[in-house]
C-alpha cells in the first residue's frame, strides 16, 4: 500500500518530534539536522506509547514500549481507516489522562501524525480549528498540508466515516 504522497515540496521537519501538548508528542521517521541532512528519528524508550502509522525497520521503539501500528495513506481515507484514526485518538487521549506520554508518528510528522493528534485534542476538549492551530504553532506551519485531513477535522471524524462509508458497497 502506497502510504506517502511524493513531492509534495515540503522539507523534513528540524527536529525528530515536537511536544504539541503536555505528555502528547508529535513527530516522524526522518527529520532535518542543522547541516541540513536528514536523520532518522528512532523512539527508543522516551515515550510510554507510540503510534505509529508508517513503519520502518531500525527506528523503534524499544520492545518494552507499548506499540500500536496502523499504516495509513497520506491521502482520502476508507470509512474503515478514519475510523482507525478515532480509535487511535481515544487510546492516545486515555492515555495522556493516566499521566502516560505518547508520540505519534508517521513519514515526516505533518500529515498522518497531525490528524491522530488534532483528533486526540479533541478528544480532550478542544475545537477542531484550536486543535489544528496547536498542530501548526507546536510542530510546524506545515503540519496538516493535507486538505483532506482538514477537512475530515473541521467537519468532525464521525461525520466523515458515515460519508466515506456511503461510497462502500454493501
Not at 5 to 22: A, F
Not at 121 to 146: C, F, K, Y
Request: glycine letters at 10%; proline letters at 6%; hydrophobic letters at 35%.
Amino acid at each position: 500500500m502506497k502510504t506517502r504522497q511524493k513531492d509534495r515540496g515540503v522539507p523534513e521537519p528540524d527536529e525528530p518530534w515536537s511536544e504539541v501538548s503536555p505528555g502528547l508528542w508529535m513527530g516522524g521517521h526522518f527529520w532535518t539536522d542543522g547541516t541540513g541532512k536528514v536523520q532518522p528519528a528512532v523512539a527508543v524508550d522516551e515515550f510510554d506509547l507510540v503510534i505509529s502509522l508508517l513503519t520502518l525497520a531500525g527506528h523503534g521503539p524499544h520492545p518494552s514500549t507499548q506499540h500500536m501500528v496502523t499504516e495509513l495513506p497520506d491521502g482520502p481515507l476508507t470509512a474503515d481507516q478514519i475510523h482507525s484514526v478515532q480509535e487511535l485518538a481515544r487510546t492516545a487521549a486515555h492515555a495522556l489522562r493516566d499521566g502516560r506520554t505518547v508520540l505519534v508518528r508517521c513519514h515526516s510528522g505533518y500529515n498522518r501524525s497531525g490528524l491522530v493528534i488534532a483528533q486526540s485534542l479533541i478528544e480532550l476538549g478542544h475545537t477542531a480549528d484550536a486543535a489544528i492551530s496547536l498542530v501548526r504553532q507546536r510542530r510546524s506551519p506545515r503540519a496538516l498540508n493535507n486538505e483532506t485531513f482538514e477537512q475530515y477535522l473541521t467537519t468532525g471524524l464521525q461525520v466523515a466515516h458515515l460519508l466515506s462509508g456511503l461510497d462502500t458497497p454493501g
